[in-house]
């Protein structure tokens, strides 16, 4: 069965970095869109950046230019840095797969990498 399984998170100081992978396996995975999602506790998940299979990317508003999607299709991996990281961006951060549709409707989830931002 598909398996999208995340990497990279960890604990790092306000103003640091973090690159984030999620390799998929089981998948033809060059048409599939990718997106990154987050949900911290108590609030509600919400979209982090996303890529089309052509390589189109939108992100969050509250990204403000600090994060970057990319993807290898080579490997079956998408990526996500983040720069600048700020406490608000504690979360777990998890990938999703999908054909089409909204993503939060895709058809695969990993399980999730946390994040932790603090001093």
């Known amino acids: 069965q598909v398996q999208l399984v995340e990497s990279g998170g960890g604990l790092v100081r306000p103003g640091g970095s973090l690159r984030l992978s999620c390799a998929a396996s089981?998948?033809?995975?060059?048409?599939?869109?990718m997106a990154w999602y987050r949900q911290a506790p108590g609030k509600q998940r919400e979209l982090v950046a996303h890529?089309?299979?052509?390589?189109?990317?939108n992100y969050g508003d509250f990204v403000k230019g600090r994060f970057t999607i990319s993807r290898d299709n080579r490997k079956n991996t998408v990526f996500l840095a983040m720069n600048n990281l700020e406490p608000g961006d504690t979360a777990i951060y998890s990938c999703?797969?999908?054909?089409?549709?909204?993503?939060?409707?895709?058809?695969?989830w990993g399980q999730g990498t946390q994040v932790t931002v603090s001093s």
């Open positions: 999703s797969a999908g054909l089409g549709g909204a993503p939060d409707d895709y058809e695969y």
């Open positions: 089981r998948i033809m995975f060059s048409i599939f869109n």
């Open positions: 890529i089309t299979k052509g390589g189109s990317t």
